[in-house]
């Protein structure tokens, strides 16, 4: 359990941030789909890289050859189409709603999970840690975004990546038992840039971006995708895709943390209570609570 809780705050620091730099990246003149497109290409070859300099190159494509399907799959519905929804959404969100709606994966995560992978029961304390992660969502929001109905639209489509990020989670697990991390980081990213190449083409950016939005984008690749690829897959590999999922939970307190920091935004009471619940439901959900409560009756930790 120790490295568990390292992993998750340094990745939902790295994910945090990603809302920042989107929304820097779209009001600075980088349409969604060239955003997106130019994150997973500088990130893919940056995985790439890393992956060249570990196994060397001949055994890095040997690998990514191998692993061609998964990499398809997870490409899609870990990256490009969430990738794209969250930028689409930003564009009349704020970053920090945005994360909010990102605290949604665990739920379809479960409910996933409970189709494609029965062997991971879920505990009444874990589902009473995630009911109370969700409650402390609902606080953060205020449950009323505002903007009117275009605002309503663009956390909708952030809630709809998240059922993505959902099926990329129970996909990666069911495929990281014979694959590694970095190789599926690796050919997941690569195959979201792919994907997204034709779609940036058509929606070419109107003017130059600002040096900015340059900016957020390398940012983005670089934190946002290729570190936090390689981090999340390696908690998928040890503690599985529902408690992989549980960052979604911390990622807004980061969000809304750089916005106060970096663009003035308020941090109001509503949003230190529903972190408080948040916190309160990861300990739940993740079944941290169980372990200490096994430790002290001498039982052994469900928790892996």
């Known amino acids: 359990m120790r490295r568990y809780w390292p992993l998750l705050v340094v990745l939902a620091s790295l994910w945090g941030s990603s809302y920042l730099f989107i929304k820097v990246g779209v009001e600075g003149g980088l349409s969604p789909s060239a955003l997106m497109c130019g994150r997973t290409l500088l990130a893919g070859s940056l995985l790439f890289a890393y992956l060249a300099a570990t196994l060397g190159g001949r055994r890095a494509l ?7 399907r998964q990499c398809a799959v997870l490409g899609v519905v870990s990256n490009a189409v969430p990738f794209w929804l969250i930028a689409w959404g ?27 992978l029965p062997h991971e029961p879920l505990t009444r304390t874990r589902w009473l840690g995630l009911a109370l992660g969700l409650v402390g969502v609902g ?17 909708l489509a952030v809630v ?25 980081a690796t050919g997941a990213v690569l195959a979201g840039a792919l994907f997204l190449a034709p779609f940036a083409a058509l929606d070419f950016p109107e003017r130059v971006p600002d040096g900015d939005a340059l900016l957020s984008l390398v940012a ?32 807004p307190g980061f969000a809304l943390l750089y916005g106060a920091v970096l663009l003035d935004e308020p941090l109001t009471v509503a949003a230190l209570a529903g972190l408080a619940l948040i916190l309160a439901g990861v300990a739940l959900g993740s079944g941290a609570a169980e372990a200490r409560a096994a430790r002290a009756a001498g039982a052994p930790a469900r928790c892996r």
Request: positive net charge; glycine residues 14%; hydrophobic residues 50%.
């Open 62 to 68: 040997s690998e990514l050859r191998a692993a061609w």
């Open 139 to 155: 606080v953060l929001t205020g449950l009323h975004p505002g903007g009117g109905w275009l605002a309503v639209a663009g956390t």
């Open 90 to 116: 930003e564009q009349y969100v704020d970053s920090g709603v945005a994360a909010i709606a990102q605290a949604t994966v665990p739920l379809f995560t479960i409910v996933l999970g409970l189709r494609f």
């Open 160 to 184: 709809l990546s998240s059922f993505s990020y959902g099926i990329g989670g129970v996909v990666g697990q069911r495929s990281i038992s014979g694959t590694s991390g970095p190789v599926l």
């Open 220 to 251: 983005l690749a670089v934190l946002g995708t290729a570190l936090a690829q390689l981090l999340f897959y390696r908690l998928v590999r040890f503690y599985g895709s529902r408690r992989a999922s549980l960052v979604t939970y911390l990622m």
